[in-house]
């Protein structure tokens, strides 16, 4: 079986996707330093999704999936394959209905997501770390189960979820001249440049991608989706393919790629650990990574940043800190 | 030149200091955690110091002292021995008063806070690493300066300063059954109990003391000052030996001491930055590991805890983490 085509999702749908999921998801806050404000010279609003539930956005468009399935689809249950936060979150969800959630996931994943997942009560499923082999199971355990398979990024439900991130950080600051969100298969990234078309349209959309990631840059470049990249990033929140319908939405939006090398990224890492204490995973960096390698972007500007998480493997952490 | 004897501080102080720093100090979170209640068996409440201007509650002690000194002696400056935090919350202090700050600090202090106090435009003063040294080191600076002395725990301006953490706490939680703080040179600790004895009688305060400073766990076991303890533990906020007016306003508040080792403080560091995503210094993790360590006395309560600071040195973590 293959699934619908799916249709872009509107603004409509992402105020009903807060609504949706305004009784399990935090409201995170938005955190300013003056420290990075000087770094940067620009004035910096970050929306701290690692404070989110599961430690990271990801909750968002997952609850908004779960909660939006009909009571004879939901007791099937919930699929899908996930490097990690997306399937951590899925299973909280699943959790938080009371409904079963089946998780394929690639050898290789961050422990620390996989235990994040276990820990909500899922059932893992490992599988060869390729995206035929990963989206081969998916379809198997859909057969075996019935269950509804939630993509991590491409699923309408879901990118209305993530879109409401930068809806709470544009309802709390709308005259943000440019907003940065790390770009992977594209689920936030598109989402927020939903949220952002309609609440702020003089606000520029800046994508964080990693230089060993950087099939979003090449698909812009080319005007058409090039996938045709190995990912090789520290990154590896941010290691997905860009989807079609994300790369729809996001070249609607005049969205601009900013890519960015690991060494910058574990520099900006850095410096937000010391100068917020806030404990955010490598993909989080990227967003304050592209912001100072592109001073004459931002510079005297009033920039909103997605810090997208916080799910570190704290062994992996120290070997990036020796 | 020796200073007068200190009068201990009482509640009016604290009121007065919160006054007086609320134009510089923030008012920080207070945290709540669905995972580590669950750990605990009790419904804990993080003040969140760590995210406090400097990285550490110091700055409400140095920050209290440094607007009560008049204008002729602030003109002089002030002096300080320290080991880190109080250095970095005295220059910053200092700095945003306009007036020189002194530090002397001992060799082998830690990097990150080192910096922080030369961020904050303090001149180091460098001494051997013995108590002895640096207080001969703080009197020379001060003969040379007319500086005035601000003594990191014992000065009562301090105290009331480093009290208005526990305020703020008690204020928003006044119903807490028990507070935890970190025990050192014993500033916040007898702060924290003149807070506590004005606005929450009920409650019962903890002194989390690492295993291999246990000077304050010998002196409340004997009844009087014993500083026989050659200080080895990771926590380097708390090697500070406990002052006598700190002693004094502990005991009178019946404080109670437990200690903890540092593998329990480790384990409840990763605890917090995992569950927490705040990347919080070992000394704040001994509230924690206190907590943990001593399920009959806290399970089923509602209990605060200090989170003292966030100035970790990062190759110092990452050794911690293997």
Redesign the interface.
Known sequence: MSPPAAQSPVFADLQDAAARIAPFAHVTPVLRSRALDGEAGAALHFKAE??QRG?AFKFRGACNAVFSLPDADAARGVVTHSSGNHGAALALAAQLRGIPCHVVVPDGAVR?KLAAIEHYGAILHRCAPTIAAREAACVQVHADTGGTVVHPYTDPRVIAGQGTAALELLAAQPDLDALVVPLGGGGLASGSALAMQALAPQCRLYLAEPEGAADGARSFARGALDLDVVPDTICDGLRGALGAINFDILRAADARVLTVDDARTVAAL?LL??RT????EPSSATVLAAVLGNPALFRGRKVGLVLSG?N?D??A???L??
């Open positions: 690692h404070l430690g620390a850095r650990w010391s204490k806030q404990l955010i916080g570190v704290l062994r952490l120290a070997t800190l020796e």
